[in-house]
């Protein structure tokens, strides 16, 4: 099992990104997948979330309007749009996979997003 996060970097307040996890070795469209983000001195917390068929999404209050997830289950891949991002959006995102029939979850490695000027 692998959940592997891509499209992190450096970007200026304002800015966007969308970052990227694919799965491998499991049943991607059997998950609800989640974005999780963990600042420096912070605790993890939950971005938002998008169930296995995609039908619904669930977003922390202060990502509403700005952060978009999706997921293609073709590709077993989960995105997290982020516009508008702000130097408190600073940290690392980690995707999670959760299984819907079965008490599984997987983490990602994290990939790293710096909001700076």
């Known amino acids: 099992v692998q959940l592997v996060e891509s499209g992190g970097g450096l970007v200026q307040p304002g800015g966007s990104l969308r970052l990227s996890c694919a799965a491998t070795?499991?049943?991607?469209?059997?998950?609800?997948m989640s974005w999780y983000r963990q600042a420096p001195g912070k605790e993890r917390e939950l971005v938002a979330t998008i169930t296995s068929t995609g039908g619904s999404t669930n977003y922390a209050d202060s990502m509403k309007g700005r952060f978009t997830i999706s997921r293609d289950n073709a590709k077993n891949t989960v995105y997290l749009q982020m516009n508008s991002l702000r130097a408190d959006d600073t940290a690392v995102y980690y995707c999670r996979a959760r299984g819907v029939w079965l008490d599984r979850v997987y983490w990602g490695q994290g990939t790293q997003v710096t909001v700076s000027s």
């Open positions: 070795g499991f049943i991607f469209s059997s998950y609800d």
